[in-house]
């Protein structure tokens, strides 16, 4: 297994690390980015959608293989006790974008400085505000598509604690689950907490929504479909004698099947219609309810998944294990219907070497969560020959590879 790094990604890696950005505030990290590929041989373009950016290394006619890796972190105060840890109060790579940014770039780096690269094209695509789910949108109305070639394929890894260091999983066909966030918003004159019988209560509105969405999947959900709604976050600002005049509840949905997905929509909207009557508010005038973002459901092209597993195994000796789709969610998909290529979606496994499947703690999107020193090493050979394979053909094949140079 060829695990060898640039000898600047360890650097890169904990400098991001230590300085994490929230989604569209990006600006340090997609310059470091640019300037290490700038300096690799990239030609690069900044800007598209705010802080996303694009590198192309061009080596002539031939195949064009893209990969798309993420610049935000989350709004988590970091509780690792690592000696790199987040300088940034309240934000912390908690999602390993770090790490995938910086396997990415040494790759590619890797890949660069050989003499021997097959003819064709590589293009990575660094997203802002994934975490948000709005970022590769916001790319694409940019005009990503039309400031960088169209891939024959699309590659996007991610880390994983469910396993362990040195051990890739993916799944064929549907991978990852598609994702819709609503808003819910009440509003009320206010009043005072002494007088609780003056007038409707935004906060015990958002309270009993709150715990009536947690029935949606158990009630309204048959046991063999899969479903999460969730609340992440409810926003009532207020004093201690105020009343609240306004409550906005976050509503997070995830589905596989499109008759799933809308059958949930519907008994959402059904449950805030009834929860605002139930609290004296009138829908429409004092409660809203808008639909935020949709994220589809990521997709493997389950042929050029299996290529990829076969490139991964021959070439580093590496277990690429298949497992069932996640109910995570990722806007890459977005990207994949605009370039409309096949695309491959895996995740590296981020546990104690050795160590077995399965959810572990502390996990992905927690404030203790820290990939194992190994890891970056794996994602970046495993990066690094997915490349090549989209290079050689090995992924796709002519039947597949894009026209002439654009």
Same mark, same amino acid.
């Given at each position: 297994m060829t695990l060898t790094l640039p000898d600047w990604a360890p650097d890169l890696y904990q400098t991001l690390h230590r300085r994490p950005e929230l989604g569209f505030q990006e600006h340090r990290t997609a310059g470091l980015l640019a300037e290490v590929l700038a300096r690799e041989g990239f030609t690069v373009t900044r800007g598209i959608g705010g802080t996303g950016l694009a590198a192309v290394l061009d080596r002539g006619p031939g195949p064009v293989v893209a990969a798309r890796a993420e610049l935000d972190a989350l709004p988590l105060q970091e509780r690792t006790g690592a000696a790199f840890a987040s300088e940034e109060d309240g934000v912390m790579h908690a999602c390993g974008h770090d790490l995938h940014l910086t396997a990415l770039a040494g790759a590619a780096a890797q890949l660069a400085s050989r003499p021997d690269l097959p003819p064709g094209r590589i293009v990575l695509i660094l997203q802002p505000a994934e975490e948000l789910g709005s970022g590769a949108a916001r790319m694409v109305a940019d005009g990503l598509t039309e400031a960088v070639p169209r891939p024959d394929v699309l590659l996007s890894q991610h880390v994983s604690a469910m396993a362990p260091a040195g051990v890739l999983v993916s799944t064929p066909g549907p991978a990852l689950a598609a994702a819709d966030t609503l808003v819910v918003t009440a509003r009320a004159p206010g009043g005072h907490t002494g007088s609780p019988d003056s007038g409707p209560d935004p906060v015990l509105f958002a309270a009993s929504l709150t715990q009536r969405l947690h029935t949606v999947v158990g009630r309204d959900v048959a046991p063999f479909e899969q479903a999460v709604v969730s609340v992440p976050g409810i926003a009532a600002p207020s004093a201690p004698g105020l009343r609240a005049p306004r409550a906005a509840v976050t509503?997070?949905?995830?589905?596989?099947?499109?008759?799933?997905?809308?059958?949930?929509?519907?008994?959402?909207? #059904?449950?805030?219609?009834?929860?605002? !009557?139930?609290?004296?508010?009138?829908?429409?005038?004092?409660?809203?309810?808008?639909?935020?973002?949709?994220?589809?459901?990521?997709?493997?092209? #389950?042929?050029?998944?299996?290529?990829?597993? !076969?490139?991964?195994?021959?070439?580093?000796?590496?277990?690429?294990?298949?497992?069932?789709? !996640?109910?995570?969610?990722?806007?890459?998909?977005?990207?994949?219907?605009?370039?409309?290529?096949? #695309?491959?979606?895996?995740?590296?496994?981020?546990?104690?070497?050795?160590?077995?499947?399965?959810?572990?703690?502390? #996990?992905?999107?927690?404030?203790?969560?820290l990939p194992h020193p190994a890891t970056l090493a794996v994602a970046t050979a495993a990066m690094r020959e997915a490349l090549l394979g989209g290079l050689t053909g090995e992924l796709c094949g002519p039947a597949h590879q894009a026209g002439p140079p654009s």
């Open positions: 509503v997070n949905i995830r589905t596989f099947e499109e008759r799933v997905r809308k059958a949930v929509l519907g008994r959402v909207d #059904a449950l805030v219609r009834a929860e605002a !009557a139930a609290a004296g508010l009138a829908f429409g005038d004092d409660v809203q309810l808008t639909h935020d973002t949709h994220v589809p459901r990521v997709e493997n092209n #389950a042929p050029v998944r299996d290529r990829l597993t !076969a490139v991964h195994r021959s070439r580093l000796a590496m277990s690429h294990l298949t497992v069932p789709p !996640a109910l995570a969610s990722d806007d890459v998909s977005l990207l994949v219907r605009a370039f409309g290529c096949p #695309a491959v979606y895996w995740f590296v496994g981020s546990g104690e070497p050795g160590g077995r499947l399965g959810p572990v703690r502390p #996990a992905c999107h927690t404030d203790q969560y």
